[in-house]
């Protein structure tokens, strides 16, 4: 979900003449950098951002796919998450988010949107770096929609550092907490109620990929989740439950904006060094989580790393 900034001496002389990239008419129309200078505090909000980030995904076409299903999706009142509740819960899905306390207005608007559209949705306040937490929350799905077929492990912390001296135990621990170890811990609880045709899903980030200097700890994380899924799926492949994850470039989200270590200044260009020189809009990522929970479309994919990186190329 974080970006690896490449930096360029003519990246700001760019943004005062034409640019000569030639995009595609399908992405043409999202926002590009220069945004507006702004900052929020830890963990942020997607209503506070400027511009909103898009998750409606207007040309997206349901078709059913998630039918029946009940998902659970942390890190669902906002960003990428709330994209994806969206298009779970057109897709026939019945959703339960989790989020902090402190997102509970996100989440109210998300919840708000889905009933919008006659889809129903759980808000499951809670910090899933609580072990017991975990265990509560899968459990509580289960209790309230009656089975659970669909976890997509989406919440994340980060913070850049100028240098890796910069990593404190403190950050280093709560990094690993909300990206790697609540992954393992909500995987191990829900697989106590998953049945054959169930999906895992993961956010990872191309920094799991391709590293990032300024977030030693973060791509640390990203990199255990994708060693991580792809170890789960060869577990549970004879039990017919698929594990897999989605490798964003970067996203315009609250993350980025509420990272301690990443200044206004900074935030306003954000995503200007990717190859198409801006950064995906959520409505852009959740289709990949569609695609890889619906048995329709993806039954013979476990174990992948699904790279949505804005034209950034990886063997990995």
């Not at 608007?109 to 559209?117: A, D, H, M, N, S």
């Not at 280093?172 to 990206?179: D, K, S």
Request: hydrophobic letters at 35%; a positive charge.
């Amino acid at each position: 979900m974080a970006t690896t900034r490449r930096k360029s001496p003519t990246s700001r002389a760019l943004q005062t003449r034409p640019s000569t990239r030639t995009k595609p008419s399908a992405v043409s129309s999202e926002p590009e950098p220069p945004f507006p200078k702004q900052h929020q505090r830890s963990p942020g909000l997607e209503s506070a951002l400027r511009p909103r980030p898009r998750f409606q995904a207007d040309a997206y076409r349901a078709a059913g796919k998630l039918e029946g299903k009940v998902a659970l999706i942390t890190g669902g009142d906002s960003g990428i998450g709330r994209a994806v509740a969206l298009l779970f819960a057109r897709e026939g899905a019945k959703v339960a988010i989790s989020y902090l306390p402190a997102e509970q207005s996100d989440a109210d608007e998300t919840k708000k949107l889905i009933e919008r559209q006659r889809g129903t949705c759980a808000l499951l306040p809670g910090d899933v770096t609580n072990a017991t937490f975990c265990d509560q929350l899968v459990d509580t799905v289960v209790a309230q929609m009656g089975k659970l077929d669909i976890l997509v492990s989406n919440a994340a912390h980060q913070a850049r550092k100028k240098s890796l001296q910069e990593v404190t135990d403190a950050e280093l621990e709560r990094t690993f907490q909300t990206n790697v170890y609540a992954y393992f811990r909500l995987s191990r609880a829900a697989l106590r109620h998953m049945k054959r045709g169930a999906v895992i899903i993961a956010t990872s980030s191309e920094t799991g990929i391709l590293g990032s200097k300024e977030l030693p700890d973060y791509s640390a994380t990203k990199g255990a989740i994708n060693a991580l899924t792809k170890t789960m799926a060869m577990e549970l492949i004879d039990k017919g439950i698929r594990v897999n994850a989605v490798a964003p470039g970067p996203v315009w989200t609250p993350l980025n904006p509420s990272d301690a270590g990443f200044p206004a200044a900074e935030v306003a260009a954000f995503g200007e060094d990717s190859p198409m020189g801006r950064p995906a809009q959520p409505e852009e990522l959740a289709p990949a989580y569609v695609f890889l929970a619906s048995n329709a479309d993806s039954s013979y994919i476990t174990g992948t790393i699904l790279q949505v990186m804005g034209g950034e190329t990886s063997g990995g």
